[in-house]
């Protein structure tokens, strides 16, 4: 069993930065491929970045490339989301998202475990 719990979000303005963590509790983090989620008012929940399990693979969405970085460290069981150059598009609920398969996927649906979200608002 995992549980995550994200922190880090927020109000800014459009062109600011956001950094996001996503705390891990339960054994073996570095088993789990983590991604980043976000959900807008009315809009499905889509992927944002995946990492794998050593951190030497991530993904991201064309949306966010180039602005966002995923990273972890398996040792303090966190995964990080820096997001910088942020647009009011942003605006959404971000989630973290453990799986524990190999593979780097997109779809929300294969995540076994999520954290509760956190706001980040970005006005013009």
């Known amino acids: 069993q995992v549980q995550l719990v994200e922190s880090g979000g927020g109000s800014v303005q459009a062109g600011g930065s956001l950094r996001l963590s996503c705390a891990a509790s339960?054994?073996?983090?570095?088993?789990?491929?983590m991604g980043w989620f976000r959900q807008a008012p009315g809009k499905e929940r889509e992927f944002v970045s995946g990492?794998?399990?050593?951190?030497?693979?991530?993904n991201y969405a064309e949306s966010v490339r180039g602005r966002f970085t995923i990273s972890r460290d398996n040792a303090k069981k966190t995964v990080y989301l820096q997001m910088n150059g942020l647009k009011p598009e942003d605006t959404a609920v971000y989630y973290c998202?453990?799986?524990?398969?190999?593979?780097?996927?997109?779809?929300?649906?294969?995540?076994?475990?999520w954290g509760q979200g956190t706001q980040v608002t970005v006005s013009s």
């Open positions: 990492i794998t399990r050593s951190g030497g693979m991530a």
């Open positions: 998202a453990a799986d524990n398969s190999i593979v780097l996927y997109h779809t929300p649906a294969v995540y076994d475990y």
């Open positions: 339960g054994p073996a983090f570095s088993s789990f491929t």
